[in-house]
């Protein structure tokens, strides 16, 4: 069974832990902090893991796969280290702070032929999943847009601004449902409590297919919505997290265009049909993460949330950011979205 | 009092004439349409009013004030043509299709020393009046950013885009809100039933105080938004429109900073208090707008949505309309937004 | 084309004149109220109605079907005298306000063999029709309960208590979707404001095939419930009046019992599935019914609220009512519940 | 500090078992089960934890207070043993399946002075406390009515009914915030997917002051309700434990009575106020609970939801099944309601 040790018991590591622990696909072997503190609670929690203060000395131990849960700016640093010591790296989102450093990781990765592997946690959750089969299977019909909407007060990140935060969710969602990166996007945001660091950002996209989408990332906002709507040419589904009941709502909605029988103006009727919210079971999506990762690193499967996705994920908020407001008065951009 | 004349009897018309009949201080006198069929069915209701189906001999008739509800194309003439034969001027919204022809309509009128009045109807709905009271109070603190969404499925409009028939709305009342016009703005959008008008659309804004703003339109959503939310510094409201029970709700929630006692980082702490949701009055918006233009006609008061307010309302969807997706690929482009 | 006149122009009158003004299906030709203001608004407005203040002479008039929206106290009166003039008689819910009269007026209708139909309005609105398909189709399995919630402040009726003036709503409901009239019933209520008038009450009732059903009704509510919730062996439905977007959702699911294989316990398993709201199409009530009258004057068919399904309604309200908690301590009655 | 022993490792235990480990106000010294593997769990779960499959051993042991977490045919039997042998008691709900045992409870802890406490756990949590505050500072003014909803799929329990299950809940709920025990009422309920066991019922409550209370609870219903509506002469209360974001919304709604003027009838009028949510502090009801019940037997404090509240609890059940519409047709029932 594959031995996997985890790096980094800060605020979502003890998550990844409890699901290691819990799966029966692999076994927990050990982690590593350079928090004393955290790097006990774990191994009373848990007495088969053994602790590591040092990276190097836990890169030494038999673990065959790394599961790096620490702050952004060192992922980079940390997967390499794992990779080039012949390990399998599962590296939290965003893989890295920076696209040419998640380009590196990719090719590293291929090199050595080991899985890369990054923790998009919710493209592994029921209601995405059963978005993405709708869409694949046509029921939507074309695809005209997509409209994302990630608010509430709070958690202020030290590290990161709102784009890095949250953006990262839905742009990940996106790609995972379309299947394709955007050729264009822009940002529009304001740092409204702290002078360096932007807390509401409006994010356009564009992709190859002529889809355009839309994300409205705040985390200075009364109410908390988790809403995503999706608009096809045949059917039109929206997926709201907060909604308890059905996450998942499938409207039989539309316009049809009539040809103009002659030399008329086209003619609109609107298709106004059923809703159904369809059964979404009751899966939690950090272990099926978790075992997907085992999965891969045992059979050699490309990950639904490979490096390169993660790559691509961290290339689009490069590119939206390329063309924030602030720069709106640069009179030296050629152009108004960014292009990759 | 004051003899007003209706002059289109359309969609919209028959509310207006609804309204002019229904007030006490007004008379409703003549109204005017091209086509027979509808002139008859409000001649009929009103038998009081007098029908013309030539504006001219709409315009010689003893009416002191005209209102407009006639397509959006025809506003400029018509109501050039009223103010040159001395009549105040009632005009639905928006008040041209060009903001070069409102600022002739604004000259016209000071002039003439008559009443030019955009019919921005939801600036007089109780709602909207009651989120302006709360951010000129000072109750919300600093505005930092708002955030506007309308969509639904239809009504597609025949000679207009989703731009001019819906974010004509949203423009209103942000500038009605924050008492600036805005100096940068951008839309991106896409035309997806029909090949020549954007049937959805996402606005940026930004005001001279520094206050951004966001507004998604759509007549291609499956369920129904009007939902606005003004995030202050000290209090955030939401309004939403489809809450039959309570339409505003304010929130007393914010981030505060807290200066750092030496070289540690800056503190911030959540303010998580009450909300409340203020008592609403009844009132008809529509009829509290036909008022205040008679009241306008008679003291010579300004209005609240003057014709210098529709002209900077039309300015506004031009602006924006400026730096649509459809220019991002045109590198003349010297900057992300346009600037007025 | 059937002649109808119309009396009693008070609270509801306006709405019967409006569609029967409307309907290409009849004609409205006589308008009948002892309030002569009353009467005159009404014929200004529908010029070809002749105006009565007296019901003879309205009586005398070619009128062939009378509509009769009055006080309850006078429905009795009222829906006899047009009855022995050989008309056909539509009158307001409740038919009468003692089941003895409503029986009476049954028997004459017999008799005269005209139409004696009651408004229950809520019997032909969109909803109300899709859960009682759902039940007759089957789709529900055996109906284990039903639970009908109407409440909110206001408006307290003049002359009667909220079991007559909310539950004949529910009760009509009840009647019509389970197709059968309850055995037993009792009600529980409370006179909060007026010391002689309950202004909420909860009603139980119990049906010869076994469904059981409750209905809160309130006066006094800070919000507003329409919710109605029935519940099947196979399926199960709620259907929200104040959900403007999806007033039906019928719920895939149940508890599947599993006979035990051996001398262990019964098993219970969930039976979780797909949520769906069908469309209701968008039609107006009242009109339909006005349209269902005159298609039962004319060809003899049997009103689906006929008069012995109003009557039904009236005897249901007067079971509860014996057996309200204002009697709970007279040690002579001998049931819990009355019995019919 | 008071050491804790825990007696039944089943289906709530296990919560229990945390919150002693994680407050510092005690010591989770022993835990009681039958079953070795629960008893394992927890043991290795909480190393200083001593495991006892023996009750009279576990009592033996130095634990100074037992919190008992089993069956609740079992509640009686253990609660009395560890009475006698001198402990402090914790007994979840409800206290025992009879009133005269819970008597003989609370006679026995009144003779051994030692505490005893029911796990109400309702009423140690934010918002139940915030209702009670609201009422007993009178802001409501006189309370009318209470109407509770509890409804939802599953869980079926194997041992009792919808009643012992769920209304035991609202039931301690009622008896809090009023402080009065009712003396009069019924329950009508049926048992739909097993013939022995009740699944849905209605219940009625009279007490002294007048107030009246009902109280709707099933374990068939496709929707999940938690919703309490207090509605009180100055104002009205609804709790809705479903709402993520407000659960207590207090409006300022009511219905004013104007004295007649002369020999006219009385009249209403409404008072339309604000609505306001009180902020709810975010505090763990358990914790909340097992930390009163410490001070408690540290102090010889009278718990909030003391042997005698908890005794209450299951006479009303009592009191209710006493009427039960099974009941109906036996014609020997002197009286609508049971008396106490």
Redesign the interface.
């Known amino acids: 069974m594959l031995k996997v040790g985890l790096v980094g018991m800060g605020y979502w590591g003890p998550n990844l832990a409890r699901v290691l622990n819990q799966s029966p696909k692999c076994e927990f072997v050990a982690a590593c902090d350079l928090n004393p503190r955290n790097l006990d609670k774990i191994t009373r929690q848990y007495p088969t893991v053994v602790g590591y203060r040092d990276f190097d000395a836990f890169l030494q131990s038999d673990v065959q796969a790394v599961v790096i849960a620490t702050p952004i700016s060192t992922h980079y640093e940390l997967a390499k280290a794992a990779l080039l010591a012949g390990k399998h790296v599962f590296v939290e989102k965003p893989i890295a702070d920076a696209g040419s450093k998640a380009r590196k990781l990719v090719e590293l990765a291929n090199k050595t032929q080991h899985t890369l592997f990054v923790g998009h946690t919710f493209i592994y959750s029921p209601p995405v999943i059963k978005v993405k089969q709708l869409i694949d299977s046509g029921d939507l019909g074309d695809i005209?847009?997509v409209?994302l909407s990630r608010v509430n007060?709070?958690l202020?990140q030290?590290d990161v601004d709102v784009v890095w935060d949250l953006a990262v969710h839905d742009v990940s969602i996106l790609l995972y449902w379309l299947g394709e990166k955007p050729i264009?996007g822009?940002a529009?945001?304001?740092a409204?409590?702290?002078s360096e660091k932007r807390d509401?950002a409006?994010l356009?996209l564009?992709f190859p297919s002529?889809i355009?989408a839309?994300n409205?990332i705040?985390w200075?906002?009364?109410?908390?919505m988790r809403r995503t709507?999706v608009?096809g040419?045949k059917r039109?589904?929206?997926y709201d997290d907060?909604d308890?009941?059905?996450k998942v709502?499938v409207?039989?909605?539309?316009?049809n265009?009539k040809e103009p029988s002659n030399f008329g103006?086209?003619q609109?009727t609107?298709r106004?049909?059923?809703?159904?919210?369809?059964?979404l079971e009751n899966a939690e999506p950090l272990l099926r993460e978790i075992e997907h990762f085992v999965a891969c690193c045992e059979q050699g499967v490309i990950p639904t949330t490979s490096g390169e996705f993660g790559a691509q994920v961290v290339e689009t908020l490069e590119m939206v950011n390329r063309?924030d407001?602030a720069?709106?008065?640069?009179?030296?951009?050629?152009?108004?979205?960014a292009q990759l």
């Open positions: 005209h847009y409209s007060l709070g202020y030290s264009r822009a529009f945001g304001r409204c409590v702290q509401v409006f356009w564009e002529g355009i839309h409205e705040s200075l906002s009364p109410q908390k709507c608009v040419s039109m589904v929206v907060m308890s009941a059905e709502k409207y039989d909605r539309g316009v265009v103006e086209f609109l609107y106004m049909g059923d809703m159904y919210a369809p059964y063309t407001v720069s709106w008065n640069t009179s030296t951009m050629s152009s108004v979205g």
